[in-house]
Each structure stands twice: as structure tokens, then as C-alpha cells.
């Protein structure tokens, strides 16, 4: 559930790389210094690497479930990878766990607005009604 989260509202929506050396992408040319913006919210919602990409569907990283190593970027790849990945993970699992176990939370009219501020963002917040559990 946390990962299909991730998927569809990256914190870290899009990276960039500076090119140290010349190449070509994409058939485009690349030259030392170039900076390379990869769009993490729209590669998770590529028409190509997902069905449906826009559904919310949590069953696409049950186990055993394959999907191509460079689908799903949440935390980047490589020498840089985020470093707190796993502790993320775990953090948010337990989070949510501890509070869904005592409170109820439902949508008011105010929907969710994502929004790109270098890191993307809900907007004005998220607006839940939250109610204790029986
Ligand atoms: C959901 C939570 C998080 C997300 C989505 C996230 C995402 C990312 C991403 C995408 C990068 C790579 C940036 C790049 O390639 O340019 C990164 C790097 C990094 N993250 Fe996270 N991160 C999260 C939580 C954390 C936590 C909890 C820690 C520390 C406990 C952490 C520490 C770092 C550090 C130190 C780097 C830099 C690694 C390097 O450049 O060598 N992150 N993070």
C-alpha cells in the first residue's frame, strides 16, 4: 500500500543528473555539463510500464509481482539512492498501522491537490475527518 502510494505521489517527483560525459539519449545528443531531468511522477504513470496508472491498486507490488527495476523510482537508483529508503518504509508502515488501529479517517469535501514545489506536495494539506474507533 505504501509503495502504491509512492508510485502514484512521489515526494521526490522528478530528479536530475548532470552528463559528465558525452552520450546520446533518446537519440538527442548529450554533452558534458547537460542537465538530465528524469520525471519520477510521470514515469509511474507511463501508459507503457503500468495498466490503468492512474488507479490507486496496491495488489501491483504484491509478492511475486515483476515489473521492470526502472518502472518504480520513489527513492532513485544507483550511487545515489536514497539511504533512508528502508527506514522509510518501515517508518510509514508503522505510522499508519499505530493509527489506523485506533482511528477511523475519511475523506471531507476537500479533496487532495497534489502540487510541485520542488517536492510534491498536497496542497493547503490533506483534510480528513478522523473519528476514534469503537
Ligand atoms: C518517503 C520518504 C523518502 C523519499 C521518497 C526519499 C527519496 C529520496 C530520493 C529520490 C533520493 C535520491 C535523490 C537523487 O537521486 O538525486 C534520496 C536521497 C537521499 N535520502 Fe531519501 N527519501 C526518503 C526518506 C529518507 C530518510 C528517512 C532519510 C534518512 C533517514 C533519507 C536520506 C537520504 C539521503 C542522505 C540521501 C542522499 C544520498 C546520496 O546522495 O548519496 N531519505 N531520497
Redesign the pocket.
Known sequence: MVEEA?RLY???AF???TARSRDTLGGREVRPGDTIMLP?YALHRHRLLWDDPDAFDPDRFAPGVSRDRFAF?????????????S???Q??VIILATLLSRLRFALTGRRPEPRMILTLRPHGGVWLQVSRRA
Open positions: 509512492l512521489p515526494p521526490a530528479l536530475s543528473r519520477i523510482l520513489p527513492f532513485g537508483a544507483g550511487p545515489r539512492i536514497c539511504i533512508g529508503a527506514f522509510a518504509l517508518e510509514a
